[in-house]
Structure formats: structure tokens, C-alpha cells
């Protein structure tokens, strides 16, 4: 028996090469079992013709499949399924009725179903897409990134990313954030006060779940970030939803029986709006006087391009009472979920042991490859770039709206990658959303950012992170129009 040559078909859209499109046929039929043993594939040049490509493609995929031995050569008669290819055992499934179950009265924690933000998967399919926190792929240096990752991959480095750390962390990583990272932002840290987490989301669950009790109580900023109030909700604790002003939380305003404010000071999320240095010190005052720790989470400090930042609270704090919460997600890319918790020594060792208990630590390849990426200066460099592009694009949007009846309800006066928008009273953001969907423009409706049972509606966020400068006038004049039909 022989495998047709058409068998084989190559997706224009799929990803990756033509190369590993034919190696990933092969292994998908051989551990599917379409494709048995001692089975004869094409040949290298008939799949060539077949599939209109060069013989050498062909030739380069079969010889990765020999030496994985998936497939097997015969003096002058061509290849075949290896007899020792990797076979998946295969079993017949039971029926199951997972309604027949009643998991409601197993169930101890349930998450909460509250409203969260929604990024359509085909972003980069529109042509204006004022979407926040995404990867814009040309500004992001893959070359350089690619060459850190084969470099973690090397032997000097595999046995370190090879090995289970148990609750430690990629030495190389935490120190360049002790030296060079934190010291930025005014933060002293050593290696006992830093834990790298699974993004910024992780690291404050981590905290919420060291802190939090039923019996205590937590306070947030409103509007604030959705995933915020449920990871809190997984704690039972009290919650309590401080209004912003124009200078982010008042610290007058938090109830007395406070214990852990979660508050991001320097790019306040979504208003972007910056606490001010006065209401830091008075919310440390605060803090000392009535015997609470703050969460810190400094989410967007490498977005600072129009001037520097101003200190974050953990440079402020002289008695330890603050948590600080640093991400490499938005200044990378979302997906590598990559983060990082300062602390007292006492609060990140039983942080670390809660780590170990669920997830063990971050992949050593991921945290090695950052390492490198940062202390051979490839991730600065990138900033720098990035620092241009979005000053450019900030620029294009602040004097769109200037000359426009378009309305900003608060902006980052040192940077940051978006700004809040408040439409007319009668406009209902999810309702804009979806008329500007089939003018090829996407933003975020801010009633999930509220923790109000009945959240304002004519609020939007508009990011800037991942839209040419070119295309945000004609963006904008979109939504001016939309919003006026509406």
C-alpha cells in the first residue's frame, strides 16, 4: 500500500512553511493512525509536482521525519512509515452525560460571572483597531527576541532551564530587576524581596490570597480592572469601590476599617489619570494611621514617553507597608505572561510557597530567554522605539480630538498606551461598539471597568498601542459620525 500524493495539501493561510506543513501531515497521520507502518509515502519529486513546489522542500521535511523516525528509507525504493513511529493508543470513549451530574452541589467556589472585556481574536483584520494591550508586530523586535530564545536554548543554559527549580526563580531575571528595573522607579529591592508570577493578574491573586479574609476588608478603585474585583471575590473578603477623581483614589475616602487597597497610582486603569506626589504621601500617611498595606500594581511604567514618571509609592514607602506589582506584558507582549511581586522578605517567602504550591514557578525558558533579552539591552533599545511611535500616535489623537466634538474624560500626562473617552449621556458604549464594527473600527465599551450595580454606559476606552499614527484621523472621524447618527 502507498499514500496518494493527494493526501497532501498546503493551507495558504496556515502557519508556518511549506516545509512544516508536509512534516506536520505526516506526524498528524501517523499518530492519528491514518498513516500505519511500513505504508510508502510519494515521492520526493511526485509531491513536488502535486503540490507545485520545489523538490528540495520536500526532500528537507522527509529528512527532519527521518530523524525523529517517523518515517524510514529502502535502498532505491523510497520512503515509508517508520516501523518504530510514535503510536497514540487508542480507546473507545465512554458516553457521558455531564447533565445528569448535579456539580452545583459539589462545587465550594464559584467564579464570578460579572461583565469582562471582550478583544475580538481578528483584531488586525480591522482597519482602525483602538484596542488596548496587543502586540503591535512591527514595532516588537523579533529578530533579536528569536536570538535570546536559541541562546536560553544553549548547552551553557540547559541544564538551568532544564531543571525543576521548585520555588526559585531564573537567578539572571530577578537580578537585572533588582538592579535595573526597579531602581528606575526609585525601588531598593534584593533578591528575597522579588518573585517572578505568571503576569501581573497572578501576582495579584498571590497577594489577595496572602492578605484577604472574610473577615477583612479590601478597597479598589471604581472604575478599576474587571479581573480585579473577581479574583478578590475568590476571597470573601469585604470589598469596597472608591471613586476616582481627577487625581485617582482620595485617600479621605477609604472606610476605616481598610486592610489592603489595591490602587494603581502611576497610569490609574482605565482613566490613565496620575495620582499626584502630595496624594501619594497622604496615602501612605493614611496607611501608617490607620494600619493598612497597599497593592501597588505599576502595570504601564515603560509606556512613560512624554517625561519621566514620577516615583512610584514603593520608592515612597519607609515601613514596608507596600506591595508592588510589576508586569513585562505590556511592554513585551501579552502572551508571555510574565510578571513579578515586591515585597518584604517575610511576605515574599510565604508568597513563593503559595506559588510552589500551585504552578511550582514560571517556565525556566521564558524567564532565561527575558533575561537575556533585557541585559543585552535588546528590550531598552525596542522602548525606545516604541517611545517614538507612540508619542507620534498620541500626538495624531490628542489633535484629532482637539478639532473634533469628541471628548476626553482622562489621559496620562506622562504617556501610557490609551485614553477614556465619555460619549453623550444617551450613548450606550456596547451599542457604539457594535455600529463601528462594520466600519472597521474597534473599542472598548467601560461599563465592565465600574463596579456600580448600574454602571455608566457612555464611557470607552481608545488604546493607541497598536494602530499606525496614520490611520488614527480617519479612525477617530468614524466614531465622531457614528456617535452623531446614534
Given amino acids: 500500500m502507498s499514500i496518494p500524493p493527494e493526501a497532501f495539501f498546503l493551507d495558504p493561510a496556515a502557519e508556518g ?4 506543513q508536509i512534516r506536520e501531515t505526516v506526524a498528524r497521520g501517523v499518530l492519528s493512525g491514518r498513516f500505519q507502518p511500513g505504508v510508502k509515502l510519494p515521492s520526493s519529486r511526485g509531491l513536488a509536482k502535486h503540490l507545485g513546489i520545489s523538490r528540495i522542500t520536500v526532500t528537507l521535511a522527509y529528512t527532519e521525519l527521518l530523524a525523529d523516525d517517523y518515517i524510514t528509507t529502502r535502498d532505491r525504493s523510497g520512503y515509508y ?3 518504530n513511529a510514535p503510536v497514540s493508543p ?17 462545587l465550594t467556589t464559584r467564579t464570578s460571572e460579572s461583565v469582562q472585556l471582550s478583544k475580538p481574536s481578528d483584531w488586525r483584520s480591522y482597519d482602525y483597531p483602538f484596542i488596548y494591550g496587543q502586540a503591535d508586530e512591527s514595532l516588537f523586535d523579533r529578530a533579536s527576541w528569536r536570538l535570546c530564545a536559541i541562546r536560553a536554548l544553549g548547552a551553557k543554559d540547559f541544564e538551568d532551564i532544564s531543571a525543576d527549580q521548585f520555588d526559585q526563580d531564573d537567578a539572571r531575571l530577578v537580578q537585572f530587576i533588582a538592579d535595573h528595573t526597579l531602581p528606575r522607579r526609585g525601588i531598593q529591592a534584593g533578591p528575597d524581596e522579588i518573585l517572578i508570577t505568571l503576569g501581573a493578574q497572578n501576582a495579584l491573586w498571590l497577594a489577595a490570597q496572602l492578605l484577604l479574609t472574610q473577615r477583612r476588608r479590601a478597597a479598589i478603585e471604581n472604575p478599576c480592572y474587571p479581573a480585579l474585583r473577581d479574583l478578590l471575590a475568590g476571597t470573601r473578603c469585604h470589598v469596597s469601590a472608591i471613586n476616582v477623581d481627577s487625581d485617582g483614589l482620595p485617600p479621605h475616602a477609604l472606610p476605616p476599617d481598610t486592610d489592603v487597597v489595591f490602587t494603581t497610582p502611576s497610569h490609574q486603569c482605565p ?6 506626589l502630595e496624594r501619594r504621601k497622604a496615602l501612605l500617611k493614611a496607611a501608617g494611621d490607620e494600619d493598612f498595606l497597599i497593592v501597588e500594581d505599576d502595570y504601564e511604567f515603560e509606556m512613560s514617553f512624554l ?8 520608592s515612597l514607602d519607609t515601613t514596608g507597608r507596600v506591595i508592588y506589582v510589576g508586569s513585562f ?62 508619542r507620534q500616535r498620541r500626538v495624531a489623537l490628542d489633535d484629532t480630538i482637539a478639532a473634533s466634538s469628541l471628548k476626553i474624560a482622562g489621559r496620562g500626562r ?30 472598548e465599551p467601560g461599563a465592565p471597568f465600574f463596579s456600580n450595580p448600574s454602571p455608566p454606559k457612555n464611557f470607552y476606552r481608545l488604546a493607541y498601542s497598536s494602530i499606525p499614527a496614520a490611520q488614527i484621523p480617519e479612525g477617530l472621524g468614524r466614531i465622531e459620525r457614528t456617535i452623531a447618527k446614534m
Avoid at 487508542?90 to 459539589?106: V, Y
Avoid at 517625561?307 to 514603593?314: C, F, G, I
Fill in 90 to 106: 487508542r480507546f473507545q470513549p465512554n458516553a457521558t452525560r455531564s447533565e445528569d451530574f448535579d456539580w452545583g452541589r459539589k
Fill in 329 to 390: 506584558s505590556k511592554s513585551l507582549f501579552p502572551g508571555i505572561r510574565l510578571g513579578y511581586l515586591v515585597g518584604a522578605p517575610d511576605f515574599i517567602a510565604e508568597a513563593r510557597r503559595l506559588r510552589s504550591a500551585v504552578l511550582r514557578h514560571p517556565p525556566g525558558l521564558l524567564q532565561r530567554t527575558v533575561a537575556y533579552f533585557l541585559s543585552l539591552g535588546h528590550f531598552d533599545a525596542m522602548n525606545r522605539r516604541i517611545a517614538t511611535a507612540f
Fill in 414 to 443: 506622562f504617556g501610557g498606551s490609551s485614553v477614556w473617552m465619555q460619549a453623550p449621556a444617551h450613548i450606550d458604549t456596547v451599542d457604539l461598539a457594535r455600529h463601528l464594527q462594520p466600519e472597521k473600527v474597534l473599542i
Fill in 17 to 20: 512553511t511549506k516545509q512544516l
Fill in 307 to 314: 517625561k519621566p514618571p514620577s516615583p512610584a509609592l514603593k
Fill in 271 to 276: 482613566t490613565t489619570r496620575t495620582m499626584p
Fill in 81 to 83: 512509515i517508520s516501523e
